[in-house]
């Protein structure tokens, strides 16, 4: 055997000792007979034996040799040993298995037998313990019924079984069988786990991956690889985020990543993590690392953040019925007031602008509600340069049913404290996003101060930088808890807890180059201290011009189609005062009969009605030879069809309610003054 080939062996062999150390999944392999020849650290975790102790007997008689309900579950009915005589592989079989300790514990199972030259010499056996998936699976099942079972999260999965290489092994046949050998399986377990491997030489940008590395990109095994070809099967939004991240690795910073790539058009999401080897002045050299296809998991996480936000919508309930119960409260109370008469006409306006007032108080609640729902983006073109502080006053709003309303129906008092919110730059982020996490971080707060405490706030900026940090008085958590709350579906609030809030928050805020660090003693509070990179460029905020308040354009023939009759009497009333003609139809069928019969100037056109809906009518007013101009009035905050389709074509779209003199700002631009 050369060097070189002894070399390479070695390297090999130490890839296949890391990968499986470091696997979770247990991994067992039996000889003909069924006893363990081999078991990694996983295994040895979780069955609580050594491979001492159950190499003379049969596994099947250490961890599989009864029934939960005590029968004894005999070797000739195990479909692990079985596989081996049937020379079949049992593939994602479930089962339940038994610690040292006697405890039961389910299990996923792969069972193949293991051939040499045509002969069966034994079988390899790969489980996990999905004691926390079945306990997850159950919360989910509690929390929402139409939820499907949840998808088993493929692991890590390294079948490599190795061996130090023996310094008696001196025949170059022996050693070249074993390679290939320890190939085979090594290239087995990565496409049962979805996990490829790849080496990177950074002086030369020769890029090596494994088969099922290719698998998972979806490109042809043995295209030639460079890092830039890397780089291009990137989606097109992580592109910048990825080589950001690969640059600070460069730089000696850890490289752990999820990201999204395209791989036949579809999005799928991986997880990256390598180690670099630098020489002695600090440059890159080389790089290993493993892709692994995180695509369920994701989609998993997606759906049971749905779940979650759904379960706060619920939880803030109480307060936003309260808030508008105030609400109706005046409102009612006022119109009372008019209904019994007013000494002048000060005391009129006086209660008008109440009414007024408090139907605005009302759309700000439910504007707020809509953005609280509104679904999490990912593409990065939603970024805009946008106050933090903001965002923190809106996360502030959005908690405030929980923490002021709520709280003070049950006597608990929490304070927020703002003081620490100096001015800063805006940063380019995600709105939606960002606010998702300050309300996270602020739940997580009020859950660690059952009776009460302080919430307090600072913002400031440093070398291209926001820095934000929230503080509590709660407490505190302890040193395992702080390692492990940004971990997917870690919580200590079981069963009201889904453990999503905080893994969702890292997730976002990861992805928008930033970091996320918490601080706390148990009994002593804690600080979330995160950081957002300002961005490139600059966008100033410009504050539009006050509308005006008549409608001052040239006297219009004008429909309302509306099957509101209410809405259709303030229309009326509004565009007649302006000396406008006004016709009004309270059906769809009814607006598309006048406005063929009929030429007007102006269509107001409601979109949710019981006969015929609003796109209809729009649709049927754009075949018109002689087309009006189209003003859509909705309470919708739904994403509309474009408004610019001929089909679909209109001039302006006024959300309800609103205020008389912003359609009188819509008139005027339309058709001058």
Known sequence: MTEKTEQELTRQL?????????????????????????????????????????KDMPLHDAIHHHYPDGRPYPMCECPIDNAQAELTEV????????????????????????????DVVGSVLEFRDVTQQKEAEEEIRVLNNTLEQRVVQRTTELASINEELQNEIAERKKAEEELEQKKYYLEKAQEIGSIGTWELDIKENKLIWTDENYRIFGLPVGTELTYEIFMKCIHQDDRDYVDKEWRAALNNKPYDIEHRIIVDGKIKWVREKADLEFDEKGNGISGIGFTQDITERKEMEETLLDSEKLKSLGTITAGIAHEFNNI????????????????DEKELKKVLHDIIKAGDDGAEIVKNMLKFAKPEGEDRSDYIFFDINELLNDAIDFTAPRWRNMAQAQGIDYTIEKEGMSEIPEAL?????????FINIMNNSMDAMPDGGS????????????????????????????????DPFFTTRRPLGTGLGMSVSYSIIKRHGGRIEVESETGKGATFNLSIPIGEGTILKTVPPEPASQITTKKLNIIVVDDNEDMCVIMDSVLTR???????ANSGVKGIELVSKEDFDLVLCDLAMPDVYGYEVIKAINKLGKRPKIGIVTGWDEKLKPVDDEEFKVD??????????????????????
Not at 49 to 54: C, G, K, R, S, V
Not at 338 to 343: Q, Y
Not at 430 to 437: A, F, G, H, P, Y
Not at 655 to 660: G, L, S
Request: glycine content about 8%; hydrophobic content about 40%.
């Open 14 to 54: 130490l890839l296949n000792k890391t990968i499986t150390d470091n696997a979770a999944s247990c991994l067992f392999m039996m000889d003909k007979q069924g006893r363990s020849t081999f078991m990694n650290p996983a295994a040895i975790k979780v069955t609580g034996y050594t491979l001492d102790e159950i």
């Open 91 to 118: 593939v994602d079989y479930e089962d339940i298995f038994i610690r040292k300790d006697g405890n039961f514990f389910p299990v996923i199972c792969y069972i193949a037998p293991l051939e040499e030259n045509g």
């Open 328 to 343: 109706l409260a005046v409102m009612v109370g006022s119109a009372e007031l008019l209904e019994g008469g007013f000494k």
């Open 429 to 437: 982020c995600n709105t939606t996003e960002l606010r998702e996490v």
């Open 455 to 486: 919430i307090s706030f600072s913002t400031w900026s440093d070398d291209g930088t926001v820095l934000i940090s929230i503080s509590d008085t709660g407490k505190g958590m302890p040193e395992e808890v702080k390692r492990k709350i940004f």
């Open 578 to 584: 302006s000396g406008h003609t006004v016709k009004i």
């Open 652 to 673: 302006f779209i006024l959300k309800k309610p609103f205020k008389h003199a912003v359609l009188a700002k819509h008139i005027n631009e339309l058709f001058g003054k």
